[in-house]
C-alpha cells in the first residue's frame, strides 16, 4: 500500500506550489549525463529559471550553457556555492561520473536528485540506476517533462 508520503506529486497537483523565489537565492545546476537527455535538457532551457545553470558532463569536465554561450569548466570550480544538483540520468549515462559528481556534491553537502528519463525495464539502465541511487538524496524514476519542470519548480530552480 502506498502511503501518502510515498506517493509522488503529480504534475497537476505540483501546479499549486508557491511559484515565488525562496528568501534566500538557491543556485541550481540541472546537468545532463547522457546524449540522450541533451533533448530534455534543451526544453528545460526554454523555461525561465531563478538562478539555475544547465550544461553536460563529460570527461570530468562541465559543459556550462548560458544562452548561445558555451564555457567549459572544472566540476569542483561549478560547484562552489552550489545549493541543489540535478541529475538527469539515461541509458547512455557514465556510471564513473555519476559516482565522481555524487561525491563532490557529498563532500561538500549539495543536495542531489536524479530524473531517470528512460523506462527502468530497459536492462541497459538498470547498471546506471544502481549507481545512481547510492549517490542521490532522491530518486526519481521514469520521469516525463511536465514531472521535471515541476520538480524543478518546486526547489525554486
Known amino acids: ?13 505540483s501546479r499549486f506550489r508557491i511559484a515565488q523565489p525562496n ?45 548561445q554561450e558555451t564555457r567549459r569548466v572544472p566540476l569542483d570550480d561549478a560547484l562552489d556555492q552550489l545549493d541543489v544538483m540535478v541529475l538527469l540520468i539515461t541509458s547512455d549515462s557514465d556510471t564513473e561520473s555519476i559516482e565522481r559528481i555524487g561525491e563532490a556534491c557529498s563532500r561538500r553537502r549539495i543536495m542531489t536528485s536524479g530524473f531517470v528519463l528512460e523506462p527502468p525495464d530497459e536492462t541497459d539502465i538498470n547498471t546506471v540506476l544502481d549507481c545512481t541511487r547510492r549517490v542521490t538524496v532522491s530518486l526519481v524514476i521514469d520521469t516525463d517533462t511536465d514531472t521535471l519542470i515541476e520538480s524543478l ?4 530552480a
Open 1 to 13: 500500500m502506498i502511503t501518502q508520503s510515498m506517493r509522488a506529486t503529480s504534475a497537476a497537483e
Open 23 to 67: 528568501s534566500r537565492t538557491r543556485k541550481t545546476l540541472v546537468l545532463a549525463l547522457g546524449r540522450h537527455a541533451l533533448t530534455p535538457l534543451a526544453e528545460l532551457q526554454q523555461l525561465g529559471w531563478n538562478n539555475t545553470v544547465m550544461g553536460l558532463y563529460t570527461s570530468g569536465h562541465l559543459e556550462l550553457y548560458s544562452g
Open 153 to 156: 519548480r518546486a526547489v525554486r
